[in-house]
């Protein structure tokens, strides 16, 4: 099995035992060792009093892309800090497209950037996180 293929089974099982990523309507563009790319589209129940889009949506998004690639290489990995700045407002029928990047990778420690941005190519969030990857590997 070639790491492309390792990443896609264990994002797919991921995905499939994941309703919360299934109720946010994600769908997954891209998996590859250490990236993800993931899109979504922003419901109306997914607003807040001010008819923008909640935090936790795009957070949520972001949080799912880093789960997945951070997991992709084979080793279980669980996040340990995260952020996010939110850079534009979301509104109903919003597309968003999640790319989740590796930018370092040791044996314990995994620091990911994940930019989301919108259908016209906008960036509307930038979240970092931190994973810790435990001796677990996932089962192939």
Known sequence: MTPEEKAQHIVARMFDNDPFSQWLGIERLEVGPGRCILRMQVRGEMLNGFRIAHGGISY?????????????????????????????????????????????????????????????????????????????????
């Not at 939110?86 to 590796?102: K, Q």
Request: net charge negative.
């Open 60 to 140: 949520s998004l972001a949080d799912s892309a880093l789960a997945f690639a951070s997991n992709s290489r084979g080793k279980h990995a669980l996040s340990v800090e995260t952020s996010i700045s939110h850079t534009l407002p979301l509104r109903e029928g919003d597309i968003l497209t999640a790319t989740a990047t590796e930018d370092h990778l040791s044996q314990r420690i995994g620091l990911y950037r994940v930019e989301v941005k919108n259908q016209n190519g906008e960036l509307t969030a930038l979240f970092k996180g931190v994973v810790y990857r435990k001796n677990t590997d996932w089962e192939v």
